[in-house]
């Protein structure tokens, strides 16, 4: 295991703090009101949403070179990659929509409580079996981390359409657009996470094949990523098929991206199987 407090361990606490600042900050201006908003408020959050991404970036990379391999085995380095990923994800979006990027308390928070569960989590060293170091794995991996960042930037645009069902958070959040256009944009992001969700439970299968010798085997992480799988295609076949609300379709959401968090953080660290995840 690292030393408590070794260089490389710092990045990774420098990282969660950093994103636990950018959140404070998003709160802290969606309580400014619009015409007394400073426009250099907003950008804060965002700077100090890419220094953390470079924080945990750089102990990433500290612990790739020492240990020879990427952050994907055990609960610390799937969180600190997940971090990572799921930042760029916003910070792309948030770049390319204005909506998205006003949609920071909500995305910045979760991904605050991500970087506060990294630093109470043993970052024990740990070893890549030979069976994994294969090009396929590393596709199934980004096609997993893609889906769950479009998840993520969704889940933010939901959360905001919740929040606005309320007084308190109509004024939180007047600054964005009118709630249908953040629900089209929603579940233009959702039907994304559908199709790279697919994709990654293809080129999962391939490696299972050339890795342990099936394509699939019904073990927990692989029931609850199709019961995932599952989950996502039903809200989007009701989101087109049904006239749902603003709110109904928000709350769908909300529970699809639980249950993918779940199956991707809970389920693999909760079981006896070997196959412990690697998104």
Not at 9 to 33: M, N
Not at 136 to 156: D, E, N, P, R
Request: aromatic share 12%.
């Amino acid at each position: 295991m690292n030393a408590p407090w070794s260089l490389e361990y710092a990045w990774f606490c420098a990282g969660a703090l950093l994103f636990t600042l950018a959140a404070l900050l998003a709160w802290r201006r969606s309580f400014v009101p619009v015409a007394a908003a400073a426009p250099r408020a907003a950008l804060l959050p965002p700077l100090l949403a890419d220094l953390a991404l470079a924080a945990l970036a750089a102990g990433i990379g500290m612990r790739w070179l020492r240990l020879g391999h990427g952050p994907f085995l055990n609960m610390f380095e799937i969180l600190a990659s997940s971090l990572v990923s799921l930042g760029l994800a916003w910070r792309i979006a948030s770049w390319r929509l204005p909506a998205v990027r006003e949609g920071a308390p909500v995305a910045l928070t979760l991904l605050a409580v991500m970087g506060a569960w990294l630093v109470t989590v043993n970052p024990a060293d740990t070893h890549l079996p030979a069976t994994y170091e294969m090009g396929i794995m590393w596709f199934h991996i980004l096609l997993g981390k893609i889906f769950l960042g479009c998840a993520l930037v969704a889940t933010a645009l939901a959360g905001v359409l919740l929040a606005r069902a309320r007084p308190w958070g109509r004024e939180r959040f007047a600054r964005m657009p009118g709630d249908a256009t953040l629900d089209a944009l929603a579940w233009r992001l959702m039907l994304a996470a559908l199709v790279f969700e697919s994709l990654m439970l293809v080129a999962g299968a391939i490696w299972a094949q050339d890795a342990w010798g099936r394509f699939w085997a019904w073990d927990p992480l692989e029931t609850w990523a199709f019961i995932t799988w599952l989950a996502l295609s039903a809200a989007v076949h009701a989101r087109l098929t049904w006239r749902l609300g603003p709110r109904a379709g928000a709350a769908m959401i909300v529970a699809v991206f639980v249950l993918a968090f779940l199956t991707f953080f809970g389920v693999p660290f909760v079981t006896l199987a070997p196959h412990k995840g690697a998104v």
